[in-house]
């Protein structure tokens, strides 16, 4: 038999967002405490979380063994008897390893389609999360579940400025998804970034890269890109030979300006070095002081 608890709330996490699913219902309590058998627990079939790092899970198992279960799951029960998990599938994984037989848990009684949002909301609000994945199950609480950006960020305690900058990480090249996706870059160089042209984002993306730009630079960056005026020569999209790009890249190395280089109509060469104000040209005639 599985032992239970009356628990009226789970501080801020699931309760704390969506309250009583059912109000109506007074005399049944928000949740319970139960432990339990691992054998009659199965993960939810439509769990946003796809991929579990295998070593972290081992590390989890390892520790589980040690000291137990710290934070209880949350489940949800079913009519056969079974439970489906709500959060935890992590924990639920690792006890497994670990030979536990049963897990303490957070009995919820929630329809199909609290279950999927609730499912949702924790994944987002889980800490090893990139911006990207953040962004991605935002977008699948609006698809999935019907809400507005209003109502989501609600939902996951956000504010509603905070989500429209994660949804407009989803309209960047898929370069900079990845480059934030794997840490190259941050949220915030990912902003300066969302706020160029498209046909900006890729060489700005390139330079940030290269030069290790901090957030900050990336937005000056970005604000000198904007505030650049667009040139129409018939000549710009021209393929340069490969010593071109060396000699920029080389006069990148001493000046951290935006250099450009263009050939004329003669066949000569252009090179530009861009400086917003008197204050950037006496940083240049400083380092070029500093070369000689």
């Given at each position: 038999m599985v032992k239970t608890q009356n628990k009226r709330g789970l501080g801020r996490g699931l309760d704390a967002i969506f309250g009583d699913i059912n109000p109506t219902q007074q005399s049944k309590p928000m949740s319970e405490m139960a432990e339990v058998a691992i054998t009659d627990i199965e993960p939810n079939p439509l769990q946003p979380r796809t991929e579990f790092d295998e070593d972290a899970l081992t590390e989890l198992s390892q520790s589980i063994a040690q000291l137990g279960v710290i934070q209880p799951i949350t489940l949800k029960r079913r009519s056969d008897g079974k439970y489906t998990i709500i959060s935890g599938e992590r924990r639920w994984r690792a006890s497994q390893q670990a030979?536990?037989?049963?897990?303490?848990?957070?009995?919820?009684?929630?329809?199909?389609?609290?279950?999927?949002?609730?499912?949702?909301?924790?994944?987002?609000?889980?800490?090893?999360?990139?911006?990207?994945?953040?962004?991605?199950g935002m977008q699948r609480l609006i698809d999935e579940c019907g809400l507005t950006q209003e109502a989501m960020a609600e939902k996951v305690g956000k504010k509603r400025s905070t989500v429209s900058n994660y949804m407009r990480l989803l309209s960047l090249p898929s370069e900079v998804q990845l480059a934030l996706k794997e840490g190259i870059i941050s949220m915030g160089h990912a902003k300066a970034i969302a706020g160029l042209n498209t046909e900006d984002q890729i060489k700005a993306l390139k330079k940030c890269i290269k030069k290790s730009l901090s957030v900050r630079q990336m937005e000056l960056l970005a604000r000198k890109i904007n505030e650049a005026p667009k040139q129409n020569t018939s000549n710009e999209?021209?393929?340069?030979?490969?010593?071109?790009?060396?000699?920029?890249?080389?006069?990148?190395?001493?000046?951290?300006?935006?250099?450009?280089?263009?050939?004329?109509?003669?066949?000569?060469?252009?090179?530009?070095?861009?400086?917003?104000?008197?204050?950037?040209?006496?940083?240049?005639?400083?380092?070029?002081?500093?070369?000689?």
């Open positions: 030979g536990l037989e049963t897990l303490p848990a957070y009995i919820r009684e929630v329809d199909d389609e609290n279950l999927h949002a609730m499912a949702l909301v924790e994944n987002i609000q889980r800490q090893d999360l990139n911006a990207i994945e953040i962004a991605l999209d021209e393929e340069y030979p490969e010593t071109y790009s060396h000699l920029v890249d080389e006069l990148e190395r001493v000046f951290s300006e935006n250099i450009s280089i263009k050939r004329t109509k003669t066949g000569s060469c252009r090179i530009t070095i861009e400086c917003a104000n008197d204050q950037e040209i006496n940083k240049l005639l400083m380092r070029l002081a500093s070369v000689k």
